[in-house]
């Protein structure tokens, strides 16, 4: 089965380098994980020759208020009539359990659009709970997490045992923050099928460098072997 490799891109400038080093899909975000504006997001989605995903995430919370939540619609479609594929949110709620509603109400009002839920589920206080409550959600086909938010040298083997225990977890989850090469073949035994790339394909984990072709070609040579 083949393996999906997504990059995450900043700025005109990474698309090359993540496009010519074999990535299947891109999520465009600033560095602060927040929303791009439409200009970047113009930019980005002409110079992009594969699906571009676009975050949807206004504040550096989980959560959302009414007056963003009418923006982020009209952010979304904006997006989408530039040429984005789909896009990237999630949200929780007070008890830091996943929010449904709020979740449920954005995907019905992008109808058709695919979606991935992004690493707010790993804030949750009960990930097995969160994964329950995500699966099913409309035009959801995948979930960014690495186990804990410290990312995945804390929460690998959590986020595996969570792929071994649910394969409907493993057909969502897109493992991310802090992925390392020896990790890929144990979460794809275990039915993951997309994975995220972002500091990793920047030389010296930099955000100030680019996207390197080289960097993001051993990513698709390892998913690819």
Known sequence: MSLLLEIAVHAPR???GAQEGGADRLLLRTP??????LTEASAVLREADVPVRVMLRL???WTTTGGEFRR???LAEEYVALGAEGVAFGFLDADLEVDVHTCITLAEELS????TFHE???ACLDPR???????????????FSSGSPLGLGHGYEDLLA???????SAALMLPGHGLVPEQVPWLARAGVTQFHVGSQARPGGSPKAYVDAGHVRSWRMLLDS
């Open 129 to 143: 709970r969160s994964w329950r409550r995500v699966i099913g959600l409309p035009g959801l086909d995948a979930v």
């Open 59 to 61: 504040n550096e919370s």
């Open 14 to 16: 990474d698309v090359p």
């Open 162 to 168: 969570q792929a071994q225990a649910s394969p409907e």
């Open 120 to 122: 707010a589920i790993d």
């Open 72 to 74: 982020l619609v009209g």
């Open 32 to 37: 602060a994980a927040l929303a791009p504006d």
């Open 112 to 115: 058709g659009i695919p979606w």
